[in-house]
Antibody, heavy 119, light 103 residues
Framework: QLQLQESGPGLVKPSETLSLTCTVS??????????WGWIRQPPGKGLEWIGS???????YYNPSLKSRVTVSLDTSKNQFSLKLSSVTAADTAVYYC???????????WGQGTLVTVSS | DIQMTQSPSSLSASVGDRVTITCRAS??????LNWYQQRPGKAPNLLIY???SLQGGVPSRFSGSGSGTDFTLTISSLQPEDFATYYC?????FGQGTKLEIK
């Protein structure tokens, strides 16, 4: 059974870079059918798709976040990562890592990790 | 940019009721419209993909329809575990969610 687990700091200062890692177990990220991505949810609010990466290295980003987002793969560790630069309080959210089988069809999710942006 | 508008934003219903949630896209993109269910404190769960295909393991009381810019999620007979928030998604854009509550 595929499992995804987010890890990273729960508190980030304004203007700094948020960095999260997703560790995949029970399956390999080296699969050209899948995309690996990030989705976030501010407390009490709706979902926002951030971006994803294909095992080939091709990336896809939400236009509203594209200038600040980088998603990358580390196939040797079966992990993928998110970097979001120049964060503000508006970036406070639960961040989910997820597996997408194409057309944004997200069938596996991590449990989510809350990241708070505050000084 | 694609914008997704869901309606209603909240809905009260009883066990056994038939409910319908709609989702409208700001532009016609594709029919790769997904529906998710999210229970409090949990990650979303994929229910429907490509507008009308039922994800494996999802009860058959859930169904989806639509094309172009207008899509619908229908729950034929509400069960207690169905009271949750539902989101549509087209490409990178999610709807704002519909909270389904017990009447």
């Amino acid at each position: 059974q595929l499992q995804l687990q987010e890890s990273g700091p729960g508190l980030v200062k304004p203007s700094e870079t948020l960095s999260l890692t997703c560790t995949v177990s029970g399956g390999s990220i080296n699969n050209n059918r899948y995309y690996w991505g990030w989705i976030r949810q501010p407390p009490g609010k709706g979902l926002e798709w951030i971006g994803s990466i294909h095992y080939s290295g091709r990336t896809y980003y939400n236009p509203s976040l594209k200038s600040r987002v980088t998603v990358s793969l580390d196939t040797s560790k079966n992990q993928f990562s998110l970097k979001l630069s120049s964060v503000t309080a508006a970036d406070t959210a639960v961040y989910y890592c997820a597996k997408d089988i194409g057309n944004y069809q997200t069938d596996y999710w991590g449990q989510g990790t809350l990241v708070t942006v505050s000084s | 940019d694609i914008q997704m508008t869901q309606s209603p934003s909240s809905l009260s219903a009883s066990v056994g009721d038939r409910v319908t949630i709609t989702c409208r896209a700001s532009q016609s993109s594709s029919n790769y419209l997904n529906w998710y269910q999210q229970r409090p404190g949990k990650a979303p769960n994929l229910l429907i993909y490509a507008a009308s295909s039922l994800q494996g393991g999802v009860p058959s009381r859930f169904s989806g329809s639509g094309s172009g810019t207008d899509f619908t999620l229908t729950i034929s007979s509400l069960q207690p575990e169905d009271f949750a928030t539902y989101y549509c998604q087209l490409s990178y854009a999610f709807g704002q969610g519909t909270k389904l509550e017990i009447k």
